[in-house]
DNA sequence: GGCAGTTTTGTCCATTCGGTCAAGATTTTA
DNA sequence: TAAAATCTTGACCGAATGGACAAAACTGCC
């Protein structure tokens, strides 16, 4: 038997327990090299117990996807239109580093799981995303066109937001590899960013 | 039998095979994903075959790893202190989205490596890559003190210029999710990095 | 304290994994 | 053309994998 829905206080805590477990492993090692050995040993239980509380190593994976992607589109829903441009944007820019620095097994696993193709979420790529990410790609237009930030394709300059922010998770071994042991990557790189976005935006 | 260095045609021809098909499977799985019979499938041949030139799968990894790491810093070594600062980081740029264009596989591979904790790239990353960026570093550095372009943390301008070129490589999926079909994400790219680092490193 | 329901795990299973080996097929060489 | 060297593969191995199952241990409730 497997749960839907928790219920007992054991139940809750095991749910969090193997979420968590699995959410270490697979961020690291992606979907396929990871194994439920490792996750059940993460989480503190034996395999089988591991399998009590989730029908399959898959059901596991996917529940971990689905509530990745709404927290990986919260921060540019916040864009507001009626905003200040250049505040907005940076808000989302310091927005999406901090997701970085503060969950970033979750970034990890996004990209596996992009970088393989996207297998269980390009549908939901296709439509949610894309169809968030053109909406706000109309705001950023409308924008430029009333000349408040500088014009650059709003699709694109979504990108090198995505891409500048999450690699501070993705690569961050190759970051502290190069900036050595005594560096604050993170705080660095807020400072950076926000000198590279006020750079980029002015009119 | 292994063989340090091919001889024959046929050796030749099936290491070539081989390797093609490895960075064909370990871009898309990563290593611990990836299996041996994928592999001799992808390069046309039985597994014990495929073990006939390479002792063992690691063996096979090492050898596209070490020869990758080459070709990836190559375009940073041809950074011309001597030439114009503008010029020299926007042929950078250029010079690694055309590799995220042309060798997107090798992106990925390196990525691969780099998320799992980079476990066979770390030593190297730590001198090699560390010193490489240093020294490209002091001379951005440099052309920031002569006032030649704006001041932006050196090593951080590197990091973001590698994040947005790969990013077009790493994730494509997710961007032709979010473009659609009929965009050319690359044509585009080369434009909007162009717009995006002339605003950024103008004085 | 005893009983029903819940939680946990030892044991097992079929499959797949990386890798071995010996025998056969093919190519090269003399 | 025939021996020598190289190349190829079917069959196999031990280990690890995702998962099944039934028995045991624990929990909460009367």
Redesign the pocket.
Known sequence: MSFQEPR????IK?HRAILDAALEVFSQLGFGA????QIAKQAG?????L??YF????AIYLRLLSELLETWLDPLKEIDPAGDPHDEIRKYVRGKLSMSREYPRESRLFAHEIMQGAPHLLEKLQSDLRQMVDEKAAVIDAWIAQGKIAPLDAHHLIFSIWSMTQHYADFAVQVSAVLGPDRDAFAEAEAHLDAVFGRMLRV
Chains 1, 2 share one sequence.
């Open positions: 007992t206080r054991i139940q095991n990871a194994t439920l050995d239980m034996s395999k089988p117990n399998l009590y029908p399959s190593k898959e």
